[in-house]
């Protein structure tokens, strides 16, 4: 087993340099072709993963500029609420003060009716007493025109309260 066998060793070079040749010219080039289809393909997964990288950072820069637009919008839309809340207060404030000051000078102007109602018919009843004690005290009647007389007359005496 130890032993050289010249033979032996140019049968196995022989095999071995026609191995090595059939394989270079059937295998070598087409694994070599292979290689290189697949460290072209290799490369270009690479660059679409750098682009697709950095397209999705660009996304991202874009989406936070967006963000920051509505979210200045959104405080644009607030603020423009909260002033138009407070201006329709103010409004209904304005119409309610208006309002009470309108039903105020009616209320006013309805008392000074029935005040001017209730001197006409104090003045009245006054002028009733005032015949009938007259009456009594005369012990006559007098007529329709001669009460007015009268009463007119005891009417402008009175004080003007």
Do not use: H
Not at 22 to 41: I, T
């Amino acid at each position: 087993m130890f032993e050289i066998n010249p033979g032996l060793i140019v049968w196995t070079t022989v095999t071995f340099v026609v191995l090595a040749a059939l394989l270079a010219k059937f295998a070598w080039k087409p694994m070599l072709k292979m290689l290189g289809e697949r460290e072209d393909q290799i490369r270009s997964a690479l660059t679409q993963a750098e682009k697709a990288r950095t397209d999705a950072a660009e996304m991202m820069k874009q989406n936070e500029k967006n963000l920051a637009r509505a979210e200045a919008e959104y405080q644009k839309m607030i603020r423009e609420g909260r002033a138009l809340a407070e201006k329709l207060k103010e409004d209904i404030v304005a119409k309610a003060r208006q309002q009470a000051e309108l039903e105020l000078t009616r209320a006013q102007e309805e008392i000074q009716r029935n005040l001017e109602s209730a001197k006409l018919q104090l003045r009245s009843e006054v002028a009733d007493l005032a015949i009938r004690a007259a009456e009594k005290i005369l012990d006559e009647t007098l007529d329709e025109t001669k009460q007015k007389k009268l009463v007119d007359k005891f009417i402008n005496q009175l004080p003007k309260n």
